[in-house]
Protein backbone atom coordinates (compact mmCIF):
# COMPACT_ATOMS: atom_id res chain seq x y z
CA UNK A 1 0.00 0.00 0.00
CA UNK A 2 1.44 4.04 -0.94
CA UNK A 3 1.04 6.29 2.14
CA UNK A 4 1.21 9.93 1.17
CA UNK A 5 1.52 12.82 3.91
CA UNK A 6 -1.97 14.33 4.35
CA UNK A 7 -0.18 18.13 2.87
CA UNK A 8 3.34 18.65 2.16
CA UNK A 9 5.61 19.62 4.48
CA UNK A 10 9.00 21.99 4.93
CA UNK A 11 11.67 22.62 6.61
CA UNK A 12 12.35 26.51 6.86
CA UNK A 13 14.66 27.05 9.69
CA UNK A 14 17.72 25.35 11.30
CA UNK A 15 20.31 25.96 14.26
CA UNK A 16 24.07 25.91 13.24
CA UNK A 17 25.30 25.62 16.64
CA UNK A 18 28.87 23.74 17.33
CA UNK A 19 29.16 20.67 18.82
CA UNK A 20 31.31 20.94 21.81
CA UNK A 21 33.12 19.40 25.22
CA UNK A 22 32.06 21.16 28.88
CA UNK A 23 35.74 21.60 29.71
CA UNK A 24 35.97 24.12 26.55
CA UNK A 25 37.13 27.55 28.34
CA UNK A 26 33.52 29.09 26.86
CA UNK A 27 31.50 26.59 27.73
CA UNK A 28 32.16 27.64 31.52
CA UNK A 29 29.14 28.52 33.65
CA UNK A 30 26.98 27.77 30.87
CA UNK A 31 23.80 25.68 31.35
CA UNK A 32 21.90 23.60 29.26
CA UNK A 33 18.76 25.61 28.96
CA UNK A 34 21.16 27.86 27.28
CA UNK A 35 22.09 26.02 25.00
CA UNK A 36 18.46 24.91 24.05
CA UNK A 37 17.79 28.33 23.81
CA UNK A 38 20.14 29.52 21.72
CA UNK A 39 19.61 26.43 19.21
CA UNK A 40 15.75 27.20 19.54
CA UNK A 41 16.02 30.90 18.18
CA UNK A 42 18.28 30.45 15.82
CA UNK A 43 16.27 27.63 14.35
CA UNK A 44 13.25 30.96 14.88
CA UNK A 45 15.29 33.64 13.53
CA UNK A 46 16.61 31.45 10.47
CA UNK A 47 13.18 30.65 9.52
CA UNK A 48 12.20 34.04 9.73
CA UNK A 49 9.35 33.31 12.77
CA UNK A 50 8.75 34.37 16.12
CA UNK A 51 7.86 32.28 19.02
CA UNK A 52 3.93 32.87 18.70
CA UNK A 53 4.43 31.60 15.80
CA UNK A 54 4.89 28.27 16.66
CA UNK A 55 1.97 25.98 17.58
CA UNK A 56 3.82 22.81 19.21
CA UNK A 57 6.74 21.54 20.12
CA UNK A 58 8.75 18.04 19.79
CA UNK A 59 11.44 17.84 22.65
CA UNK A 60 14.31 15.10 22.20
CA UNK A 61 16.45 14.25 25.32
CA UNK A 62 17.62 10.77 26.85
CA UNK A 63 19.39 10.92 29.91
CA UNK A 64 16.99 13.99 31.09
CA UNK A 65 16.58 12.54 34.73
CA UNK A 66 20.97 12.77 35.27
CA UNK A 67 21.47 15.76 33.04
CA UNK A 68 18.59 18.19 34.47
CA UNK A 69 19.36 17.89 38.31
CA UNK A 70 16.86 14.45 38.31
CA UNK A 71 13.98 16.19 36.72
CA UNK A 72 11.39 13.75 35.08
CA UNK A 73 10.26 16.59 32.51
CA UNK A 74 11.57 19.54 32.03
CA UNK A 75 9.60 20.78 29.70
CA UNK A 76 8.01 23.58 31.39
CA UNK A 77 11.32 25.37 32.06
CA UNK A 78 12.48 24.45 28.40
CA UNK A 79 9.58 25.99 26.98
CA UNK A 80 10.04 29.53 29.68
CA UNK A 81 13.80 29.85 27.91
CA UNK A 82 12.64 30.04 24.47
CA UNK A 83 8.97 32.39 25.64
CA UNK A 84 6.65 29.16 24.67
CA UNK A 85 5.09 28.86 27.46
CA UNK A 86 1.44 27.03 27.39
CA UNK A 87 2.34 25.80 24.26
CA UNK A 88 1.77 21.52 23.62
CA UNK A 89 4.92 19.61 23.79
CA UNK A 90 5.88 16.15 23.57
CA UNK A 91 9.48 14.77 24.98
CA UNK A 92 10.56 12.08 22.75
CA UNK A 93 12.93 9.62 24.84
CA UNK A 94 13.96 6.87 21.84
CA UNK A 95 17.77 6.77 23.07
CA UNK A 96 20.39 8.23 19.92
CA UNK A 97 17.43 7.77 17.26
CA UNK A 98 14.79 10.91 19.73
CA UNK A 99 15.50 12.88 17.10
CA UNK A 100 14.83 11.29 14.28
CA UNK A 101 11.61 10.31 15.44
CA UNK A 102 10.89 13.47 17.09
CA UNK A 103 11.57 15.06 13.62
CA UNK A 104 9.37 12.52 12.59
CA UNK A 105 6.10 13.74 14.91
CA UNK A 106 6.78 17.29 14.36
CA UNK A 107 6.55 16.04 10.30
CA UNK A 108 3.33 14.17 11.73
CA UNK A 109 1.33 17.17 13.12
CA UNK A 110 1.62 19.14 10.04
CA UNK A 111 1.19 16.76 7.80
CA UNK A 112 -2.11 15.78 9.31
CA UNK A 113 -3.21 19.67 9.17
CA UNK A 114 -3.75 20.13 13.41
CA UNK A 115 -0.64 22.24 13.54
CA UNK A 116 0.89 24.70 10.92
CA UNK A 117 4.39 25.58 12.43
CA UNK A 118 6.06 22.81 14.58
CA UNK A 119 9.66 23.67 16.88
CA UNK A 120 11.64 20.00 16.94
CA UNK A 121 14.47 20.52 19.50
CA UNK A 122 16.89 18.96 22.04
CA UNK A 123 19.74 18.71 24.41
CA UNK A 124 21.98 16.73 25.68
CA UNK A 125 25.42 16.50 27.39
CA UNK A 126 26.41 12.88 27.82
CA UNK A 127 29.42 13.04 29.99
CA UNK A 128 28.32 15.55 32.71
CA UNK A 129 25.21 16.12 34.48
CA UNK A 130 23.56 18.75 37.15
CA UNK A 131 24.22 17.85 40.59
CA UNK A 132 20.57 17.54 42.58
CA UNK A 133 19.34 20.81 44.21
CA UNK A 134 22.05 22.69 42.68
CA UNK A 135 21.88 25.81 40.01
CA UNK A 136 21.73 25.07 36.70
CA UNK A 137 25.29 25.73 35.59
CA UNK A 138 27.09 23.92 37.83
CA UNK A 139 27.98 21.11 35.33
CA UNK A 140 29.72 17.88 36.71
CA UNK A 141 31.38 14.89 34.64
CA UNK A 142 29.08 12.13 35.12
CA UNK A 143 32.08 10.07 36.61
CA UNK A 144 31.30 12.29 39.83
CA UNK A 145 27.73 11.19 39.50
CA UNK A 146 26.80 9.54 42.94
CA UNK A 147 23.55 7.64 41.59
CA UNK A 148 24.03 4.68 39.70
CA UNK A 149 23.60 5.43 35.81
CA UNK A 150 25.44 4.95 32.84
CA UNK A 151 24.23 5.42 29.34
CA UNK A 152 24.77 1.74 28.67
CA UNK A 153 23.36 -0.03 31.29
CA UNK A 154 20.37 2.50 30.91
CA UNK A 155 19.97 1.52 27.27
CA UNK A 156 19.38 -2.48 27.98
CA UNK A 157 17.78 -4.83 30.72
CA UNK A 158 20.80 -6.46 32.27
CA UNK A 159 18.87 -8.62 34.24
CA UNK A 160 20.77 -12.05 34.68
CA UNK A 161 17.82 -13.90 32.98
CA UNK A 162 17.55 -11.43 30.07
CA UNK A 163 19.94 -10.75 26.81
CA UNK A 164 22.82 -8.29 27.36
CA UNK A 165 23.41 -6.96 24.46
CA UNK A 166 25.60 -4.12 25.90
CA UNK A 167 29.05 -4.74 24.26
CA UNK A 168 27.50 -5.75 20.87
CA UNK A 169 25.72 -3.04 20.40
CA UNK A 170 27.96 -0.02 21.55
CA UNK A 171 30.98 -1.86 19.57
CA UNK A 172 30.03 -3.69 16.79
CA UNK A 173 31.87 -5.77 14.42
CA UNK A 174 28.57 -7.18 12.97
CA UNK A 175 29.18 -5.44 9.50
CA UNK A 176 32.32 -6.72 9.21
CA UNK A 177 31.19 -10.17 9.09
CA UNK A 178 28.33 -9.35 6.93
CA UNK A 179 30.54 -8.20 4.12
CA UNK A 180 33.26 -11.23 4.39
CA UNK A 181 30.10 -13.68 4.09
CA UNK A 182 28.35 -12.21 1.55
CA UNK A 183 30.72 -10.94 -0.12
CA UNK A 184 34.63 -12.33 0.33
CA UNK A 185 35.98 -9.20 1.36
CA UNK A 186 39.14 -9.96 3.70
CA UNK A 187 40.17 -8.55 6.88
CA UNK A 188 42.78 -6.76 5.44
CA UNK A 189 40.73 -4.68 3.03
CA UNK A 190 38.05 -4.55 5.90
CA UNK A 191 41.10 -2.65 8.13
CA UNK A 192 42.15 -0.52 5.22
CA UNK A 193 38.15 0.95 4.51
CA UNK A 194 38.00 1.56 7.45
CA UNK A 195 40.99 2.98 8.62
CA UNK A 196 40.12 4.89 5.42
CA UNK A 197 36.98 5.86 6.14
CA UNK A 198 38.07 7.68 9.55
CA UNK A 199 40.51 9.86 7.12
CA UNK A 200 38.10 10.73 4.54
CA UNK A 201 35.82 12.12 7.59
CA UNK A 202 38.51 14.08 9.30
CA UNK A 203 38.97 15.68 6.20
CA UNK A 204 35.53 17.28 5.85
CA UNK A 205 35.57 17.86 9.96
CA UNK A 206 38.25 19.52 9.94
CA UNK A 207 36.70 22.10 7.07
CA UNK A 208 33.33 21.92 9.32
CA UNK A 209 33.08 24.80 12.09
CA UNK A 210 30.60 23.17 13.72
CA UNK A 211 32.92 20.21 14.33
CA UNK A 212 34.09 18.71 17.86
CA UNK A 213 37.26 17.46 16.41
CA UNK A 214 39.03 19.94 13.39
CA UNK A 215 42.03 18.00 12.85
CA UNK A 216 42.78 16.12 9.89
CA UNK A 217 44.40 12.75 10.76
CA UNK A 218 46.89 13.34 7.93
CA UNK A 219 48.29 15.86 10.22
CA UNK A 220 48.23 14.15 13.59
CA UNK A 221 50.14 11.17 11.36
CA UNK A 222 52.14 13.95 10.06
CA UNK A 223 53.22 15.17 13.67
CA UNK A 224 53.82 11.73 15.47
CA UNK A 225 56.44 10.98 12.67
CA UNK A 226 54.44 9.45 9.58
CA UNK A 227 54.48 10.48 6.27
CA UNK A 228 51.36 8.00 5.19
CA UNK A 229 48.63 8.50 6.91
CA UNK A 230 47.76 5.43 6.75
CA UNK A 231 50.75 3.43 8.35
CA UNK A 232 49.44 5.78 11.01
CA UNK A 233 45.63 4.76 10.75
CA UNK A 234 47.10 0.87 11.28
CA UNK A 235 49.85 1.06 14.19
CA UNK A 236 49.52 1.21 17.37
CA UNK A 237 48.85 5.12 18.24
CA UNK A 238 45.35 4.19 16.75
CA UNK A 239 44.69 0.66 18.36
CA UNK A 240 41.72 -1.94 17.72
CA UNK A 241 39.28 -1.51 20.40
CA UNK A 242 37.20 -5.25 18.78
CA UNK A 243 38.19 -7.36 16.19
CA UNK A 244 37.38 -4.76 13.02
CA UNK A 245 36.76 -1.31 14.88
CA UNK A 246 39.88 0.96 15.84
CA UNK A 247 39.71 3.85 18.50
CA UNK A 248 39.82 6.13 15.24
CA UNK A 249 36.06 3.77 14.58
CA UNK A 250 34.28 4.69 17.66
CA UNK A 251 31.83 7.67 17.96
CA UNK A 252 32.66 10.90 20.19
CA UNK A 253 30.30 12.00 22.88
CA UNK A 254 30.26 15.66 23.61
CA UNK A 255 27.54 18.31 24.27
CA UNK A 256 24.92 19.99 22.06
CA UNK A 257 21.73 21.95 21.36
CA UNK A 258 19.96 21.55 18.10
CA UNK A 259 16.62 22.86 16.55
CA UNK A 260 14.83 22.79 13.00
CA UNK A 261 11.35 24.21 12.13
CA UNK A 262 8.83 22.40 10.04
CA UNK A 263 5.83 23.65 8.92
CA UNK A 264 3.62 23.50 6.08
CA UNK A 265 3.61 24.78 2.53
CA UNK A 266 1.18 26.94 2.80
CA UNK A 267 2.77 28.70 6.11
CA UNK A 268 6.60 28.41 4.32
CA UNK A 269 5.01 30.37 1.63
CA UNK A 270 3.13 32.65 3.84
CA UNK A 271 6.56 33.89 5.63
CA UNK A 272 8.66 33.90 2.54
CA UNK A 273 10.49 31.39 3.34
CA UNK A 274 13.89 31.39 0.70
CA UNK A 275 14.70 27.91 0.91
CA UNK A 276 12.18 25.80 1.73
CA UNK A 277 13.17 21.81 1.77
CA UNK A 278 10.38 19.04 0.77
CA UNK A 279 10.01 16.15 3.37
CA UNK A 280 9.18 13.67 0.53
CA UNK A 281 9.09 10.88 3.21
CA UNK A 282 10.18 8.89 6.16
CA UNK A 283 10.01 5.47 7.85
CA UNK A 284 11.38 3.50 11.31
CA UNK A 285 12.08 -0.17 12.17
CA UNK A 286 13.39 -1.55 15.95
CA UNK A 287 14.41 -4.61 16.69
CA UNK A 288 16.95 -6.20 19.03
CA UNK A 289 20.22 -7.92 19.03
CA UNK A 290 18.56 -11.20 19.41
CA UNK A 291 17.57 -10.92 15.43
CA UNK A 292 20.93 -11.72 13.63
CA UNK A 293 22.51 -8.90 11.58
CA UNK A 294 20.20 -6.54 13.17
CA UNK A 295 21.71 -3.58 12.12
CA UNK A 296 21.65 -4.17 8.75
CA UNK A 297 18.52 -6.23 9.19
CA UNK A 298 16.75 -2.43 9.98
CA UNK A 299 17.80 -0.89 7.16
CA UNK A 300 16.51 -3.16 4.99
CA UNK A 301 13.14 -2.83 6.59
CA UNK A 302 13.22 1.15 6.63
CA UNK A 303 14.15 1.00 2.62
CA UNK A 304 11.52 -1.70 2.00
CA UNK A 305 9.40 1.04 4.11
CA UNK A 306 10.28 4.07 2.01
CA UNK A 307 10.01 2.22 -1.34
CA UNK A 308 6.83 0.17 -0.65
CA UNK A 309 5.23 3.87 -0.08
CA UNK A 310 6.44 4.30 -3.71
CA UNK A 311 9.39 6.79 -2.78
CA UNK A 312 11.94 6.74 -5.11
CA UNK A 313 15.44 6.26 -3.10
CA UNK A 314 17.81 5.26 -6.49
CA UNK A 315 18.28 9.21 -7.21
CA UNK A 316 20.28 10.18 -4.25
CA UNK A 317 22.64 13.47 -4.54
CA UNK A 318 24.15 12.58 -0.68
CA UNK A 319 23.46 10.37 2.00
CA UNK A 320 24.47 11.15 5.89
CA UNK A 321 24.27 8.81 8.10
CA UNK A 322 24.75 7.82 12.24
CA UNK A 323 28.11 6.02 12.20
CA UNK A 324 28.34 4.99 15.78
CA UNK A 325 31.08 2.66 14.68
CA UNK A 326 33.08 2.04 11.38
CA UNK A 327 30.86 -0.34 9.60
CA UNK A 328 27.58 1.02 10.20
CA UNK A 329 28.09 4.03 7.37
CA UNK A 330 29.14 1.24 4.95
CA UNK A 331 26.22 -0.60 5.52
CA UNK A 332 23.64 1.89 5.34
CA UNK A 333 25.16 3.49 2.36
CA UNK A 334 25.16 -0.01 0.28
CA UNK A 335 21.44 -1.23 1.46
CA UNK A 336 20.02 1.99 0.42
CA UNK A 337 21.36 1.94 -2.86
CA UNK A 338 23.82 5.21 -2.59
CA UNK A 339 26.93 3.05 -3.08
CA UNK A 340 26.85 0.09 -5.09
CA UNK A 341 26.66 -3.65 -2.61
CA UNK A 342 29.96 -4.78 -1.71
CA UNK A 343 31.56 -1.75 -3.08
CA UNK A 344 31.64 0.40 0.13
CA UNK A 345 35.05 -1.00 1.16
CA UNK A 346 36.30 0.50 -2.22
CA UNK A 347 34.92 3.43 -1.89
CA UNK A 348 36.14 4.47 1.24
CA UNK A 349 40.13 3.66 0.27
CA UNK A 350 39.67 5.55 -3.13
CA UNK A 351 38.46 8.85 -0.93
CA UNK A 352 35.20 8.87 -3.00
CA UNK A 353 32.87 9.00 -0.12
CA UNK A 354 34.64 12.20 1.31
CA UNK A 355 33.41 15.63 1.10
CA UNK A 356 35.03 16.27 -2.23
CA UNK A 357 34.39 12.78 -3.56
CA UNK A 358 31.87 12.04 -6.43
CA UNK A 359 29.50 10.05 -3.80
CA UNK A 360 29.66 11.82 -0.27
CA UNK A 361 28.47 10.75 2.86
CA UNK A 362 28.54 12.73 5.78
CA UNK A 363 30.44 15.89 4.65
CA UNK A 364 30.53 16.60 7.84
CA UNK A 365 32.69 14.71 9.44
CA UNK A 366 30.39 12.16 10.66
CA UNK A 367 29.61 10.77 14.80
CA UNK A 368 33.27 9.60 14.92
CA UNK A 369 33.87 13.22 14.17
CA UNK A 370 32.09 15.47 14.03
CA UNK A 371 30.61 14.29 17.68
CA UNK A 372 27.40 12.49 18.89
CA UNK A 373 25.41 13.62 21.73
CA UNK A 374 22.46 11.05 22.30
CA UNK A 375 19.12 12.25 21.71
CA UNK A 376 19.82 15.85 19.64
CA UNK A 377 22.42 13.58 17.44
CA UNK A 378 19.25 13.37 14.96
CA UNK A 379 18.48 16.95 14.93
CA UNK A 380 22.03 18.04 14.17
CA UNK A 381 22.60 15.21 11.40
CA UNK A 382 19.23 16.56 9.68
CA UNK A 383 20.33 20.05 10.25
CA UNK A 384 23.69 19.42 8.31
CA UNK A 385 21.83 17.40 5.65
CA UNK A 386 20.04 21.31 5.20
CA UNK A 387 23.44 23.28 4.64
CA UNK A 388 24.31 21.03 2.05
CA UNK A 389 20.99 21.19 0.67
CA UNK A 390 21.23 24.92 0.71
CA UNK A 391 24.70 24.78 0.01
CA UNK A 392 24.85 26.85 3.09
CA UNK A 393 27.51 24.12 4.47
CA UNK A 394 30.88 26.14 4.50
CA UNK A 395 34.42 24.45 3.69
CA UNK A 396 32.58 20.75 3.91
CA UNK A 397 30.48 21.71 1.45
CA UNK A 398 30.08 18.71 -1.04
CA UNK A 399 30.84 19.83 -4.96
CA UNK A 400 27.52 19.48 -6.42
CA UNK A 401 24.29 20.60 -5.53
CA UNK A 402 22.40 18.61 -3.75
CA UNK A 403 18.69 18.15 -5.11
CA UNK A 404 18.01 15.10 -3.33
CA UNK A 405 19.01 13.36 0.48
CA UNK A 406 18.74 10.43 2.88
CA UNK A 407 19.11 10.87 6.04
CA UNK A 408 19.70 7.85 7.96
CA UNK A 409 19.67 7.47 11.64
CA UNK A 410 20.30 4.95 14.79
CA UNK A 411 19.37 4.69 18.44
CA UNK A 412 20.41 2.25 20.90
CA UNK A 413 20.87 -0.69 18.81
CA UNK A 414 17.50 -1.15 18.21
CA UNK A 415 16.10 2.00 16.19
CA UNK A 416 16.95 2.83 12.68
CA UNK A 417 14.78 6.06 10.54
CA UNK A 418 15.01 6.62 7.27
CA UNK A 419 14.35 10.11 5.96
CA UNK A 420 14.60 11.63 2.53
CA UNK A 421 14.64 15.16 1.79
CA UNK A 422 13.67 17.29 -1.76
CA UNK A 423 15.34 20.88 -2.82
CA UNK A 424 12.36 23.19 -3.68
CA UNK A 425 14.56 25.87 -4.91
Known sequence: MTHKLSRPVSIIGTSTLGQHYYDEPEMQGLSIYELWSHACHQAMADAGVKPKDIDKIVYSHMANFVTCGNILAPVGSLEEWIGCREKPISHIEQACASGYISFMEACNSVA?????????????????FIPRDQPAYRVKPLKEYDGWWHPGRALFDTTYYRFDGVSDNLLTDENAYFLKQNYGISDQ????????????????????????????????????????????????????????????????????????????????????AKKPINVVDYASSSNTQRYPMCFHQMNVSVRDQLTSNGTDIGDLDLMVT?????????????????LPAGKGCEYEIEGRTAFDGDRPVNPHGGDIRFGHSFAVAGINMMSEAILQMRGE?????????????????????????????ESKF
Open 322 to 338: TVMTSGEQMDSTEVFGY
Open 112 to 128: SGRYDCVLVAGIETPKH
Open 189 to 272: MIDDAYNAMAVNLSRGAARNERAVERVEYAQIAKEKGFDDVMEYMRSDYNPHITQYIRKSGSVLHNVAAGAIIVCSEDFAKSVG
Open 393 to 421: AGGCQVKNKVNRCLVRGMGGGHTTAGIVL
